[in-house]
């Protein structure tokens, strides 16, 4: 079946098997491998996508399901410099072994793009369908903490570690 959505701003137009699933589409035929796959039974959301602004794990979505849709990865979040909650994950140590971070920060914008201001609980709230199996959240809600704090024009929230501003 040929299938054609907007992916990163640009117009992809691929055949694709009527079972194939939007991750493996845009893993293998696009080469977009900044989307992780995990379980693959919309447990972990590594695989999380933007899907016309929401946050989606695209391992439960068909790709001809996304005809017509508007498709952002990872690969679509820096445009010359990084997007802020890219910069808050480095700035805040909110990875380990990073194979949860591409869908975490997925998840971290689609939840900042509907609120600029979130309480720590609803950081959590937000990234509750990603998990993270290295050490923890703490340091990921302080990424997101920060990102939220620089969209806003605001300076982030002072590092709990002394040798950071
Ligand atoms: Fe999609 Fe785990 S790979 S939720
Ligand atoms: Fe390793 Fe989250 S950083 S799984």
Redesign the pocket.
Same mark, same amino acid.
């Given at each position: 079946m040929q299938v054609s959505m907007t992916v990163n701003g640009r117009t992809r137009t691929a055949d694709v098997e009527a079972r194939t699933l939007l +991750?493996h589409y845009l893993r293998e035929q696009l080469n977009l491998t900044g989307t992780? +796959? &995990?379980?693959?039974?919309?447990?972990? &959301?590594?695989?999380?996508v933007l899907v016309d602004g929401k946050a989606t794990?695209?391992?439960?979505v068909l790709a001809v399901q996304a005809e017509g849709a508007d498709v952002t990865t990872v690969e679509g979040l820096a445009n010359g410099e990084l997007h802020p909650v890219q910069e808050g994950f480095w700035e805040r140590h909110g990875l380990q072994c990073g194979f949860c971070t591409p &869908?975490m920060i997925m998840s971290a914008v689609a939840l900042l793009n509907e609120n600029d201001n979130p309480s720590e609980d609803e950081i959590r709230h937000g990234i509750e369908g990603n998990l993270c199996r290295c050490t923890g959240y703490h340091n990921i809600v302080r990424s997101i903490e920060y990102a939220a704090a620089t969209m806003r024009g605001e300076d982030p929230p002072a590092s709990q570690w002394k040798d950071e501003s």
């Amino acid at each position: 079946m040929q299938v054609s959505m907007t992916v990163n701003g640009r117009t992809r137009t691929a055949d694709v098997e009527a079972r194939t699933l939007l +991750v493996h589409y845009l893993r293998e035929q696009l080469n977009l491998t900044g989307t992780h +796959v &995990g379980c693959e039974t919309s447990y972990c &959301g590594a695989c999380t996508v933007l899907v016309d602004g929401k946050a989606t794990k695209s391992c439960t979505v068909l790709a001809v399901q996304a005809e017509g849709a508007d498709v952002t990865t990872v690969e679509g979040l820096a445009n010359g410099e990084l997007h802020p909650v890219q910069e808050g994950f480095w700035e805040r140590h909110g990875l380990q072994c990073g194979f949860c971070t591409p &869908g975490m920060i997925m998840s971290a914008v689609a939840l900042l793009n509907e609120n600029d201001n979130p309480s720590e609980d609803e950081i959590r709230h937000g990234i509750e369908g990603n998990l993270c199996r290295c050490t923890g959240y703490h340091n990921i809600v302080r990424s997101i903490e920060y990102a939220a704090a620089t969209m806003r024009g605001e300076d982030p929230p002072a590092s709990q570690w002394k040798d950071e501003s």
